[in-house]
């Protein structure tokens, strides 16, 4: 008889998928714990940073409920057309204030590769709580 696969082999395949597109959004949950007193991504509140829900492709300094608190240097890369892709975002992560000169994150950036592909496979997933 047919039998559906459990949901933990779902997980685990869904996963090891994510793995090969080059980030574990499992892993990347746990590297999240690094931004969480700043940033939520599991909803759309505010925190000292602006929330992170949907930010995979969001133009930069754009969370309408962030608006008045970005940093000018924020809103204007966006203005300037600087969208939130892969590319961009690990960047950014890699060395925030090299990436976006004069931005207020005070945060010095991620050292490795892994945890930034797995932070942006986290975010791109959609995170629930
Ligand atoms: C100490 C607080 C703090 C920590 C820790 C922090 N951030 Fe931020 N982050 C901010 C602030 C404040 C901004 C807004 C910067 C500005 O306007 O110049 C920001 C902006 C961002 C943006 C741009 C969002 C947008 O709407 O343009 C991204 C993406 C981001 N942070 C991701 C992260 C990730 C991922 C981590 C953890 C690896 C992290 N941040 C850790 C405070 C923080």
């Known amino acids: 008889m047919f ?29 999240f714990n690094r931004c969480i007193a700043c940033h939520e991504a599991a909803t759309d509140r505010d925190k000292v940073g602006p929330h992170l829900m949907g930010v995979v492709g969001r133009t930069a300094g754009s969370a309408e409920s962030f608006l008045g608190h970005y940093s000018e240097a924020m809103k204007s890369a966006g203005a300037a057309g600087l969208v939130w892709n892969e590319a961009n975002l690990a960047e950014y992560l890699k060395a925030p204030k090299l990436k976006v000169p004069g931005n207020k994150m005070a945060f010095g950036g991620l050292t490795s590769d892994d945890d930034i592909a797995n932070v942006i496979a986290y975010l791109k997933a959609d995170p629930k709580p």
């Not at 997980?11 to 574990?24: E, Q, T, V």
């Open 3 to 31: 039998r559906a696969a459990s949901p933990a082999g779902l997980l685990l395949l869904a996963s090891a998928l994510a793995a090969h597109a080059g980030g574990d959004p499992a892993l990347g949950k746990h590297v």
